[in-house]
C-alpha cells in the first residue's frame, strides 16, 4: 500500500467532459498542485451517496480555501457512471473520475475483492497529495466512515 512520503504511481484515471472522454495522467492531475483525493468502493451506494460524496460537496469551499488546486472523487466506475452520479449530487466542483479497471487502485495497492458485491473495487479512503506526493493518508478499515470523511481531511489541511 502506498504510505505517506511516497509519490503517486503512473497511471490514467478517465472523465466523461462535455468535449467527451478525457484521460488524465496523474502527473497532470498531480504536478506543481495540491490536491485532495477520496475513493469509495462504488458510486451510488448507501455510505459513498449518503455521505462521502456530499461531505466533500459541501466543503469543496472550505478545503479549496486551504490551498487546494483540486478536489478528485475516484472510483472503480466507468466515467458515464462518475459522471451521473457527479450530476446526482450537484458535484461540479469535483473531478469526478473513473478507474474503470482498476488500475490507478491497484497501483496505490488500496484495492479489495468484493467478490459477488462488484469484484475489485477501492477501499474508502482520502489523501492530501502535494506535487505528486502523499503527505496524508486515510484509509478506513472496513465497513467504517470515520477517517475519510471531508471535515477530517479539512482538519488535517
Known sequence: MIEQGQRIPE???TELTADGMQNHTSDALFADKKVVVF?????FTPTCSAAHL??????ADKI?????????????????VMKAWGEA???E???MLGDGDASFTKALGLEMDTETFGGVRSQ?????VENGVVTQLNVEAP????VSKAEVILEAL
Not at 39 to 43: C, E, L, Q, R, S
Not at 54 to 59: D, H, R, T
Not at 124 to 128: N, Q, S, T
Not at 143 to 146: I, M, P
Request: aromatic fraction near 8%.
Open 124 to 128: 474508502r479512503y482520502a489523501m492530501i
Open 93 to 95: 466542483t469535483l473531478s
Open 39 to 43: 475513493a469509495v468502493p462504488g458510486a
Open 89 to 91: 449530487h450537484n458535484a
Open 143 to 146: 465497513k467504517t466512515f470515520e
Open 54 to 59: 456530499p461531505g466533500f460537496v459541501a466543503l
Open 64 to 80: 479549496k480555501a486551504k490551498g487546494v488546486d483540486s478536489i478528485i472523487c475516484v472510483s472503480v466506475n466507468d466515467a458515464f
Open 11 to 13: 497511471s490514467v484515471l
